[in-house]
């Protein structure tokens, strides 16, 4: 399948999956999350591939949602909000499963931003490697929205509940090596040894069985993520219920202008 928003490599076993929209630091938008799923399918019967690494185009891993294109429609036309919320975690939670469950070993190579759903999306990766440079951020309750796609309880689980509050709440960035502290990334490497990293890694692994690596990755998988699909349930409802509320709208359009001011 040929993708629009997706640069893909393949490097013997290892295929590098590059999100392809540096006008915009690869933002998410609906085809972008579409593409990523779609993939994810393709990678389940695809038995030459052992490993992915996830990456950005350019300057950016991902500055996040697309605030400009993240608008949902039907085909009788446009949705009300609060359907379009509820029905765009179905997709947020879609992708972040597919990735979490490929039976290949996932990688993120953090190059750069990365802010809201791209920090929702390398935490649905096996490992979490970070350029120097990298700068990492969560503008969700800043733009009247919380920590969604079911990434507040994979957060919590990886850098603890406190953390995980202060961060989400204060909107705070933080650079590498915090992340590397709080366990968000597992490497900081020089901003031009991210992907030989990367590889390091995926070299000492493919040493080992196959299915051994297979199984530990699924088995991990299960303990870890244990409780999660009660939330799966209930965030898309939270996710309706605060757009109810108008305060989405209102802090978006809040930021759209200050952004535009400071251009």
Not at 136 to 154: D, Q
Not at 168 to 173: E, G, H, L, P, Q
């Amino acid at each position: 399948m040929a993708y629009e928003t997706l640069r893909l490599e393949k490097r013997g076993e290892t295929l590098i999956v590059r999100l392809n929209r540096p006008a915009r630091l690869n933002a998410f938008d609906p085809k972008l999350i579409s593409e990523l799923i779609a993939l994810c399918r393709e990678l389940k019967t695809d038995l030459a591939t052992r490993f992915v690494i996830f990456t950005g185009e350019g300057r950016a891993f991902s500055s996040g949602a697309d605030l400009g294109g993240m608008g949902s429609r039907s085909g009788s036309g446009r949705i009300s909000p609060h359907d379009a919320a509820r029905l765009g975690q179905f997709n947020g939670q879609e992708l972040l499963r597919s990735v979490e469950q490929l039976e290949q070993v996932t990688l993120a190579a953090v190059n750069g931003i990365c802010l809201g759903a791209g920090v929702a999306l390398i935490l649905a990766c096996d490992f979490r490697f970070a350029a120097a440079s990298a700068d990492f951020g969560l503008p969700e309750t800043n733009i009247g929205y919380f920590f969604t796609w079911g990434s507040s309880p994979r957060l919590t689980r990886i850098v603890g509940p406190s953390r995980a509050k202060e961060w989400i709440m204060t909107c705070d960035r933080i650079d590498a090596e915090r992340a590397r502290e709080w366990g968000l990334a597992d490497h900081v490497v020089a901003d031009d040894q991210l992907l030989k990293a990367c590889e390091e890694l995926i070299s000492r692994i493919a040493a080992n069985g196959p299915v051994s690596v297979r199984l530990t990755k699924k088995l991990v998988n299960a303990y870890a993520l244990q409780g999660m699909a009660e939330l799966f349930v209930c965030e898309p409802e939270l996710a309706s219920e605060i757009s109810l509320t108008g305060e989405p709208d209102r802090m978006v359009q809040a930021f759209l202008e200050r952004r535009g001011k400071k251009r």
